[in-house]
């Protein structure tokens, strides 16, 4: 092992051997910072393409899983599900057992808290400290290193992770304890599959209305219907040059990646009790939106499908 996270002064310079699991859209452009930062990255997907792509971006591709965690002072993993995160940390693939007893467990996927919580049972059943922090930002984000890092797990785990996390992102949020990370991203995504929605039901009624988009922009954009689904992402093309909306509604951030945020903030409220009924609405109309083939739109894209349901 080259460096040893977490000791030392300073911490967010050092480098060290990290292991990459899941080097998608996301994984790739987040590992590709590591590199950049001067950390040596080994890296695994299941995926040739994703393993040829990232063997372009100076990451040293792994034959197997455990051999991405062998030697590394932390292991990421980047994946598209709970199931596919347990079964990483599962006994079976070898990959905690591979991982030297001081190596941080590092979740950044979105997944389901209870699958969260049993990949910080299994990483502690084998000795390793573990966190898991979900990222809000998307690819552009990624690509940046301007992502925004909500992490869950011990004050230990966190500080050692904290520097490995600032290489890829502009904010390291400690939201609390295991499964805390994935609590925070999923009641943030619900506010926004939400607010979307809203900003998309008021254009349509300003549509039906001769009320013009530029005008409603300027009134809500300063006014109390202010949000980021209006002045960030603003789901019609016009006022916000850079808004998805004036490309065609290429992601982004795809419509499916939102109900699957949806469906896990809808799971976790029926487990915990919590009444979220604009949150269950919102995850039927993206279902709707999905199921009308647009699952690899941009989510503001569900303007289009409200304006027409408005028409007819
Ligand atoms: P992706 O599908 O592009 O990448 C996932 C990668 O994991 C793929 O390359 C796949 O081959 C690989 N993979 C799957 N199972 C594996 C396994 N068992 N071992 C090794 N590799 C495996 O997805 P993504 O867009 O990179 O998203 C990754 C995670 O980040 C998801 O949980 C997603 O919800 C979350 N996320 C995505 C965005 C976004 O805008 N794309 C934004 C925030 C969070």
Known sequence: MRGHIGAGKDRGMEMAV???????????????????????????????????????????????????ATGCAAVITM??????????????????????ADCLMIDCSTIDVESACAAHAMAGQAGK??????????????????????????????GAARPVLAAMGARVVHCGAAGAGQAAKICNNMILGISMIAVSEAFALADRLGLSR???????????GQCWSLTSYCPVPGPVPASPANHGYRPGFAAALMLKDLSLSQA???????????????MRLYRDFIEAGHG?????????????????
């Not at 984000?141 to 230990?156: E, P, R, S, V």
Request: proline share 4%; aromatic share 6%.
């Open 18 to 68: 990290i292991g990459f699991i899941g080097l998608g859209n996301m994984g790739l452009p987040m590992a590709s910072n590591l590199v950049r930062a001067g950390h040596e990255v080994r890296g695994y997907d299941t995926s040739p393409d994703a393993r040829d792509a990232a063997v372009a971006r100076g990451v040293r591709i792994m034959a197997e899983a455990p051999h991405a």
């Open 79 to 100: 994946l598209p599900s709970g199931a596919a995160v347990r079964a990483v940390y599962a006994e079976a693939s070898g990959v905690l057992r591979a991982a030297p």
């Open 129 to 158: 400290r573990s966190i898991d922090a979900p990222v809000s930002g998307g690819v552009g984000g990624a690509a940046a290193a301007t992502l925004t890092f909500m992490a869950g797990g011990t004050d230990d785990a966190f």
């Open 214 to 224: 530029q005008a409603l922009f300027d009134v809500a954009a300063n006014s109390s």
């Open 268 to 282: 976790a409220a029926a487990q915990s009790g919590a009444v979220t009924e604009l949150g269950a609405h919102a």
């Open 296 to 312: 690899g739109d941009d989510f503001s894209a569900i303007f289009r499908m409200i304006a027409e349901r408005s028409v007819s």
